[in-house]
Structure formats: structure tokens, C-alpha cells
């Protein structure tokens, strides 16, 4: 870890939540409704509440976020993180002498501190075990939201699931279609199927049309935005213009421009398929360059692939489960 991420420290921005800048003074001073806020769920904290259950009690209370939005477990968590109890504390380096006026004492900041460790190391306990799972590529097919694996243990071993990671994060009462997915099951449908479809040969001759037309179109998006990007650079330089703005959109089309080059590199290539690949050749990197999001419901999955599939040039199929 870095010795500055070990600091709290203020970016001069947004202002730390409970506190409030104060442009006469230069200083930052302590907003008392959000302060009391603030409290609050450090004393849930440290009353070993986890962070869903105090954003579901801020909730339940009417009181909302600084953007008057509902509270949840990452709202929570960022206000609970190593960094912001720090900065609550008047901490700098682990050294008192924050230029703020600090809301919580050392043993309130000690425990909070200890809170927070334990909640981290669980993090890292958390097992990923599917070739599917950390790609961003599974969805909740009724709310969109994120997919994320649980374990749950059985009398015959474990058992891991998938489940929305938005019902997780908000609540049971959010995304109420959504069921818990025996991950066996969808795994299998989307290997089985994508085996099958790259075994097609019709696939090879569908493929090598598909990436040529997609170069085509990528190679002329290309050279859209860098035109763009040399005509802005003459304008910097030649008129008086607010170069802040200028740099701004050039910097924008430069990420435009690492986007279609990202895609270009995932484009599946026909040399990218051997003659027969089986199912234990397809791994993380064929799933990348074939599928670009697989949505997840009760009784079966859509999968969106990123490259054609039948002679229709056709891209999403439905699977339902054995
Ligand atoms: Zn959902």
C-alpha cells in the first residue's frame, strides 16, 4: 500500500460528508444535520450493524443521502471505509492533526477501525469459482443489475448459486422475480451451447464475413475521430478558444478511440477457432471474445453473443434450463 493512501486528507472538491466548506473562511466546517447523521451510523456500526442494516434503518427513517437519494450497502460501506473513519477521527498518516474538527474520539475510531478490518478480510474470503463469474458479463434478467455467486452449504456439500446483486445490495424487497440459480446449471447451458455453436461450420464462413464487416466499420470510425481530433488541435492552436474545453472533448475522443480499439482487439478471429474445440477448451478468453452479456431469470438464460450464431446472423438466443 501506498504511504499516500494511507492518508485522510480532503481533495478540495466535494466536501467529506458532515462537513460542510466554508468559502468565507477557507475551512471546512461541521454540518450538523449530516454530522448527526453521520454519528448515527457510526453507533450502528460499532453496535455490530452490518452496512445493509444501517442503510435499511436510515430508510425506514425517511432520512436520505446528501443527493436526497435512498441509502445502501456501498453508501454505507464508503462512509465506514478505512479512510473516511480516518478523516471523522482528525487523522493524518496516523497522526492526529487534521486542520478539521474531528467528530469521533481515538477509541470510537479504534473500533470503528477494527469494523472495518474484519469486514475487509471477509471480502477477500469471498470465492470465486465459475468462468463466468468476475467477467461483467452475467445480469440479473429482470432488473439488470449485476450477478454475483453464493454458497450455500447443504447435507450433500456445497451448493453455489447465483444470485442479483442489486436485490443483495437494496434489499429483499427490490427485484422480488429474482430466485437464487443453482450456478451448475446455468454454466452448463452456456458451455454446452457455445461449444456447439463453434463447432458449426457454417460458423467459420459466417465469422470471417462478420470480422471483415466489422473491421470495415470500426477502421472508418477510427479515422472519423482522429479527423476530429487533428481539426480541434488546429482550433487550440490557431484561434482563441477555452483551451480547457478544447482539451476536454480531445480527451473524450481519445477514449472513443481506446474503446474501438478494445473492440477491434476482441473481435474472435476464424484462426481463434480450431477445427473441433471441446468443451475444455472453452475458457475465459473464448467467452470474452464470444459472449457479451448472459441476463439470468427464473427458468432460463439470454445469452448476447458477440458474434453471429446461425445463418440469420442472429446474436441472442434463449436457453431454457434442463
Ligand atoms: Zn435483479
Not at 452496512?51 to 443527493?67: C, F, P, S, W, Y
Not at 487523522?91 to 477501525?113: F, T
Not at 442489486?166 to 429483499?172: C, E, F, L, M, V
Request: net charge positive.
Amino acid at each position: 500500500m501506498s504511504k499516500s493512501s494511507k492518508k485522510a486528507y480532503w481533495s478540495g472538491y466535494v466536501p467529506p460528508y458532515g462537513y460542510r466548506y466554508n468559502s468565507a473562511n477557507k475551512s471546512l466546517d461541521i454540518d450538523q444535520n449530516e454530522n448527526e447523521i453521520l454519528l448515527s451510523i457510526f453507533s450502528l456500526a460499532r453496535a455490530n450493524k452490518s452496512a445493509l442494516e444501517i442503510a435499511k434503518e436510515l430508510n425506514r427513517h425517511g432520512i436520505k443521502t446528501r443527493r436526497g437519494k435512498m441509502w445502501n450497502y456501498t453508501t454505507i460501506s464508503n462512509l465506514l471505509s478505512k479512510d473516511r473513519i480516518a478523516f471523522a477521527a482528525g487523522i493524518i498518516d496516523d497522526k492526529p492533526g487534521a486542520n478539521w474538527e474531528p467528530i469521533i474520539d481515538k477509541s470510537q475510531y479504534h473500533d470503528l477501525r477494527k469494523i472495518e478490518l474484519s469486514r475487509e478480510k471477509s471480502k477477500h474470503h469471498r470465492k470465486r469459482d465459475s468462468l463466468l463469474t468476475g467477467q461483467n458479463i452475467l445480469k440479473c434478467g429482470y432488473c439488470g443489475g449485476a450477478v454475483k455467486s453464493a454458497k450455500t452449504k447443504k447435507n450433500v456439500g456445497e451448493i453455489y448459486y447465483y444470485r442479483c446483486s442489486d436485490k443483495q445490495i437494496r434489499g429483499a424487497d427490490y427485484c422480488p422475480e429474482s430466485k437464487l440459480i443453482q450456478q451448475s446449471k446455468v454454466d452448463d447451458i452456456v458451455i454446452n451451447n457455445l461449444s456447439q455453436i463453434l463447432n458449426n461450420p457454417l460458423l467459420l464462413k459466417q465469422l470471417t464475413e462478420y470480422n471483415r464487416k466489422s473491421t470495415e466499420l470500426f477502421t472508418n470510425r477510427m479515422s472519423q475521430i482522429q479527423d476530429k481530433i487533428t481539426s480541434l488541435l488546429m482550433i487550440e492552436k490557431n484561434l482563441f478558444t477555452n483551451k480547457e474545453m478544447v482539451d476536454e472533448e480531445i480527451k473524450s475522443l481519445k477514449k472513443d478511440r481506446k474503446k474501438i480499439i478494445d473492440q477491434i482487439d476482441s473481435l474472435l478471429s476464424p484462426d481463434d477457432i480450431p477445427f473441433r474445440i471441446s468443451k475444455k477448451q472453452i475458457n475465459i478468453s473464448v467467452i470474452k471474445k464470444t459472449i457479451s452479456r448472459i441476463e439470468i431469470f427464473e427458468k432460463y438464460v439470454t445469452i448476447h453473443f458477440s458474434i453471429p450464431i446461425d445463418e440469420n446472423l442472429k446474436t441472442t438466443e434463449n436457453f431454457n434450463y434442463g
